[in-house]
């Protein structure tokens, strides 16, 4: 298996533009996590869904960030408008049965994202 | 928001010598789990271990969990050079489901 699949591995783009980042998790995983690390705020838990659906949106910092899983091999997160202060390495990441089930979580390389 | 602390924020040994790394939390727990991340790459598992479990070992690793007290050690014994990156704790709280909250990790230089 090739793993977590991030895409792009680097975005450099301005303030204002609509920035989306892609996931496909490993097949047959039934949960993926979106996460965001800084240096001042270490790793952050955005979202995550379990079956394609949102269980816990509660870490999403504002209504500029969205992501969907529309089926199970794809998901994406989406911010728009972006700012500087989206700056930061995102991860993707899938697991069977969640942080409690018999996997580990299994991440990405992340997309580095820069916003001037 | 962080629910675990680790201990010490940085820490560089020589290779062969042991590594040992902490971590603290503040609430209950389902299970505690170790990840390493090296450089501009994502985070890798290393070992999972249960609130009803004390102590586990994986090779060259050492995990010993201590309830009472919300904390948790790694020791990476006889380290290497490869062994240099970012080790993190993350928990699964009791109550939130399959969320996993990681710490603020232990970045760790191992010179030749």
């Known amino acids: 298996d090739a793993g977590v699949i991030q895409s792009p591995r680097h975005e450099v783009t301005e303030m204002g533009q609509e920035v989306t980042l892609r996931c496909k998790p490993i097949s047959g995983h039934d949960y993926l996590f979106w996460y965001r690390q800084t240096m001042m705020r270490g790793l952050e838990l955005l979202i995550y869904?379990?079956?394609?659906?949102?269980?816990?949106d509660s870490g999403m910092p504002e209504d500029r960030f969205s992501a969907k899983m529309p089926n199970a091999s794809f998901s994406t997160l989406k911010i728009q408008p972006s700012e500087p202060r989206d700056s930061a390495v995102y991860f993707c990441?899938?697991?069977?049965?969640?942080?409690?089930?018999?996997?580990?979580?299994?991440f990405g390389n992340g997309t580095r994202l820069t916003v001037t | 928001s962080q629910q675990g602390e680790e201990d010490p924020q940085a820490l560089s040994i020589q290779e062969g010598e042991n590594a040992t790394m902490n971590c603290s939390y503040k609430?209950?727990?389902?299970?505690l789990q170790w990840y390493r991340q090296n450089s501009g790459r994502g985070l890798v598992h290393l070992i999972l271990i249960r609130s009803n479990e004390r102590e586990k070992h994986s090779g060259r690793l050492r995990v010993t969990l201590d309830t009472s007290k919300k904390s948790s050690s790694l020791l990476i014994t006889a380290s290497r050079a490869a062994d240099t990156a970012s080790y993190f704790c993350?928990?699964?709280?009791?109550?939130?489901?399959?969320?996993?909250?990681f710490g603020t990790g232990t970045r760790l230089q191992v010179t030749l």
């Open positions: 990441a899938s697991s069977f049965g969640g942080a409690v089930g018999p996997s580990p979580l299994h």
């Open positions: 993350a928990t699964v709280n009791t109550g939130t489901a399959s969320k996993l909250t």
């Open positions: 609430t209950s727990i389902n299970n």
């Open positions: 869904f379990n079956n394609n659906v949102p269980i816990d």
